[in-house]
């Protein structure tokens, strides 16, 4: 805060000083004109100079960065071969069009701690300068911000408010909504007509919106698959979207538990990517963990890598292939 609060002090006696020396320079034309010419162009340069210390819906602030969001899933997100695959695409086509028909919509699923919230970071990373804390970025927990299933009519109003009135600040804003699980029903469905493909709604595009559903809906089909193909001895990697789809928006729509349950998103194909997390495997785990140790700046060990991973290895009971606490950001 005092960071901030002295940058802007600076801000504003720089643009003293410049503005103050502009309207003397011309003082000879007019003092009238002068003071026009100095007020006009000044307003511009205090906007410019302004922007330069504090975030702004700007470039300078907002950008993407294609290349930055390859190398995190490439080298910090473990075991998840479809997400990573899936998040590349539909980030870089949606950031590099110009002129999107929707915003972009991505519903994450999988079990707890399994990246969903790593990799919204990421991506809330490589869009703006200021990642999470950006005021562009918007977080939302279910269980925190709509924990009373009998004020869904406030809930509704206000969300619709809050998008409406952050968009309007800025078109490229991001909303992240965690625990979708334990959404009341229906709240969702009212930010709906954000997420269509209008051209506008009351005068507000959303089109270069991005928003991210977190949930824990469809997990299970997801454990269910990876089970199966370890089962079969087959690489996890083998498993293709097509093995999954199909079942996850089904089991998702079905889900009575969820805030996705007969929700018209899913109905009206407003989900833009369905984006399974796998549970991790040990090796997925071992990984993470000297990742996390060179990040630390550890000499990496991987017997002791190897040692936290199996003490994380517990689930299913019986066999305890997968871990339910790692990746745990
Ligand atoms: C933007 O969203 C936040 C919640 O993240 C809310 O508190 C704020 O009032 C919204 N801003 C506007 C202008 O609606």
């Known amino acids: 805060m005092a960071g901030a609060w002295y940058r802007r002090k600076h801000a504003v006696l720089l643009w003293i000083l410049l503005c103050s020396g502009l309207a003397e320079a011309l003082e000879p034309i007019s003092t009238t004109?002068?003071?026009?010419?100095?007020?006009?162009?000044?307003?511009?340069?205090?906007?410019?100079?302004?922007c330069y210390f504090r975030e702004c819906c700007q470039p300078d602030w907002i950008s993407f960065n294609q290349i930055g969001l390859w190398v995190d899933l490439e080298r910090r997100l473990f075991g998840q071969h479809l997400a990573?695959?899936?998040?590349?695409?539909?980030?870089?086509?949606?950031?590099?069009?110009?002129?999107?028909?929707?915003?972009?919509?991505?519903?994450?699923?999988?079990?707890?701690?399994?990246?969903?919230?790593?990799?919204?970071?990421?991506?809330?990373?490589?869009?703006?300068?200021?990642?999470?804390?950006?005021?562009?970025?918007?977080?939302?927990?279910?269980?925190?911000?709509?924990?009373?299933?009998?004020?869904?009519?406030?809930?509704?109003?206000q969300l619709k408010q809050w998008i409406k009135g952050n968009v309007s600040n800025c078109e490229r804003s991001m909303f992240i909504f965690d625990e979708m699980d334990k959404m009341p029903p229906g709240l969702i469905d009212s930010i709906k007509p954000y997420l269509d493909y209008h051209h506008n709604v009351d005068g507000v595009s959303y089109r270069k919106a991005i928003f991210v559903f977190l949930s824990n809906a469809g997990g299970q089909r997801i454990v269910q698959t990876a089970l199966e193909f370890w089962k079969a001895g087959r690489n996890r990697e083998e498993i293709e979207l097509r093995d999954l789809e199909n079942t996850l928006s089904l089991s998702v729509f079905n889900d009575k538990s969820t805030g996705l349950w007969h929700s018209s998103l899913i109905d009206g194909y407003l989900v833009d990517f369905f984006v399974p997390f796998f549970p991790l495997e040990h090796k997925h785990v071992v990984q993470c963990a000297l990742a996390e140790m060179e990040a630390r700046g550890i000499k990496p060990d991987r017997s002791i890598a190897d040692q936290v991973a199996k003490d994380f290895m517990d689930f299913p009971k019986s066999e305890k292939i997968f871990s339910g606490k790692a990746a745990r950001q």
């Open 33 to 50: 004109i002068a003071a026009g010419i100095a007020v006009t162009g000044c307003y511009a340069s205090y906007k410019k100079i302004n």
């Open 84 to 157: 990573s695959r899936i998040i590349l695409k539909a980030v870089n086509r949606f950031m590099n069009n110009d002129n999107p028909k929707k915003p972009l919509v991505l519903s994450l699923h999988g079990p707890a701690g399994t990246g969903k919230n790593f990799v919204s970071k990421m991506i809330a990373e490589n869009i703006y300068k200021e990642g999470m804390d950006s005021k562009f970025v918007h977080f939302f927990i279910a269980t925190h911000h709509f924990q009373h299933v009998s004020q869904i009519k406030t809930y509704k109003t």
